[in-house]
């Protein structure tokens, strides 16, 4: 049954018309809500010319959005302000905050068994705000709230094929943790097929995977930051969740969520899908030396940001 109805909560930004543009090139998805503060009509009008079967509607200003939640399985969020150069993700927290928690505020009460799909940065902060604000409406279920970290997956299995002269389709690379700076671990031990970098490059490579989304916002000079290649990501992370929703067995993508894996409450790794979401949690698995230092130096600055959204949600009114 493909039947996914799914809304895209800032769906005329940089990330949100391409990202709506995938998702309505699906044969997965029957049902396209497009909602935004501006532009939606025309997103929606020019979308749904396209001859794929998903029906798409646009919805303008919050007096429409619940409107635009009735019915909807999968709720992808990139509403926000994008990064600019010399901003850090957390610079963000301020705006996207709000917009986060009013729009997952919504869904709270609109469509509450929902799968919601966050990538509005600070990510490290943006979920725990969602799971917050599910708890205060009474609806909270932590395997079906997402922070997209997929774009880091992506990008690290391009950059490992490009060094090792690999099909980038076939490299499969985890990457856990957070979605900023030191907090994104790649594990590359755990890469398949098995790749071999020397300690010097290794660090080099895991820098840049960690500072690609900066190498982005810098190549951009002030006009945004990583939208595209958002969108391929949040796109292949929105088709694995409904392929394991129509009972697809064995999909696993990594996602930031609530975890018992570590110390940190919320923790990226590895998730096996399934019909209601997360349904098993595969952990951190074996790791090296390198990746187990990395995971001790993120922690501080994980539980801080994770600290500063759930403060933030407590005294949203």
């Not at 067995?249 to 979401?277: A, H, M, Q």
């Not at 074996?286 to 940001?305: G, H, R, V, Y």
Request: aromatic share 6%; hydrophobic share 40%; glycine share 8%.
């Amino acid at each position: 049954q493909n039947n996914a109805k799914v809304a895209v909560l800032g769906a005329s930004g940089g990330i949100g018309q391409p990202l709506s543009l995938l998702l309505k090139n699906s044969p997965l998805v029957s049902r396209l809500s497009l909602y935004d503060i501006a532009h939606t009509p025309g997103v929606a009008a020019d979308l749904s010319h396209i001859e794929t079967r998903a029906q798409v509607k646009g919805f303008l200003g919050p007096e429409q959005l619940p409107e635009c939640l009735k019915g909807c399985n999968v709720v992808v969020i990139p509403a926000g302000v994008p990064r600019k150069p010399g901003m850090t993700r957390d610079d963000l927290f301020n705006t996207n905050a709000s917009i986060v928690a009013n729009l997952t505020s919504a869904c709270a009460k609109h469509c509450p068994e929902a799968m919601i799909c966050i990538i509005s940065n600070p990510v490290n902060s943006t979920i725990p705000i969602t799971s917050e604000i599910f708890k205060k409406h009474g609806v909270y279920n932590p395997n079906k709230i997402f922070g997209v970290t997929t774009l880091d997956i992506v990008r690290a299995n391009t950059f490992v094929a490009e060094l090792k002269g690999l099909d980038p389709a076939r490299v499969s690379v985890p990457v856990i943790g957070g979605h900023a700076g030191k907090t994104i671990i790649p594990l590359i031990s755990q890469c398949t097929p098995k790749v071999d970098f020397p300690q010097d490059q290794l660090q080099k490579l895991t820098g840049r995977i960690q500072e690609a989304g900066t190498e982005v916002v810098q190549a951009k000079a002030g006009a945004g930051s990583a939208t595209l290649s958002m969108a391929y990501a949040g796109a292949r992370f929105v088709f694995s969740l409904v392929d394991a929703m129509n009972g697809k067995e064995g999909v696993i993508e990594c996602s930031f969520v609530r975890s018992e894996e570590t110390e940190s409450p919320y923790f990226s790794t590895p998730l096996l899908l399934g019909k209601n979401g997360i349904e098993k949690n595969l952990g951190v698995g074996k790791i090296s030396p390198f990746e187990e230092k990395m995971i001790a130096e993120a922690m501080s600055e994980l539980k801080a940001s994770i600290k500063k959204g759930e403060e933030f949600a407590k005294n949203f009114k």
